[in-house]
C-alpha cells in the first residue's frame, strides 16, 4: 500500500523559506513521477512541481520557478520542496502525490499547512 506522508508545514513570515518533505512507502518509485501540489482556501488545487524518481528533469509551475525546489533522497525514500522569499499568495495546503506519468498522479498525501503571515 502506498503511503505520502508530508510534513514540514507551519506558520512562517513573508520572506523566509520552509522546506516540505515527503515520505514515500509502500512500493518502488524509481518509474514513477513524483510531485508537489496545493490549494489555497476557495481555490482549485495546483501543480506546484515534479520530477522523476530517476532524476530526469525537474519542471515547475512558471509563476513559482527560482523560488521553489524540488529534489529527492533516494536513500530515505524522500521528496523535498524548497520554498524561498515566501509571500502570503503561498498560502495553502500542500500535498505530495505520485503516479507513472505527469498526468496520471493516482497517490496523494494528506497534505501539510503552510502559512504565510505578512
Known amino acids: 500500500q502506498v503511503q505520502l506522508v508530508e510534513s514540514g508545514g507551519r506558520l512562517v513570515q513573508a520572506g523566509g523559506s520552509l522546506r516540505l518533505s515527503c515520505a514515500a512507502s509502500?512500493?518502488?518509485?524509481?518509474?514513477?513521477?513524483m510531485g508537489w501540489f496545493r490549494q489555497a482556501p476557495g481555490k482549485e488545487r495546483e501543480f506546484v512541481a515534479g520530477?522523476?524518481?530517476?532524476?530526469?528533469?525537474?519542471y515547475y509551475a512558471d509563476s513559482l520557478k527560482g523560488r521553489f525546489t524540488i529534489s529527492r533522497d533516494n536513500a530515505k525514500n524522500t521528496v523535498y520542496l524548497q520554498m524561498n522569499n515566501l509571500t502570503p499568495e503561498d498560502t495553502a495546503v500542500y500535498y505530495c502525490?505520485?503516479?507513472?506519468?505527469?498526468?496520471?498522479?493516482?497517490?496523494w498525501g494528506q497534505g501539510t499547512q503552510v502559512t504565510v503571515s505578512s
Open positions: 509502500g512500493r518502488t518509485f524509481s518509474s514513477y513521477v
Open positions: 520530477m522523476w524518481w530517476s532524476g530526469a528533469s525537474p
Open positions: 502525490a505520485a503516479g507513472p506519468s505527469t498526468s496520471a498522479y493516482n497517490h
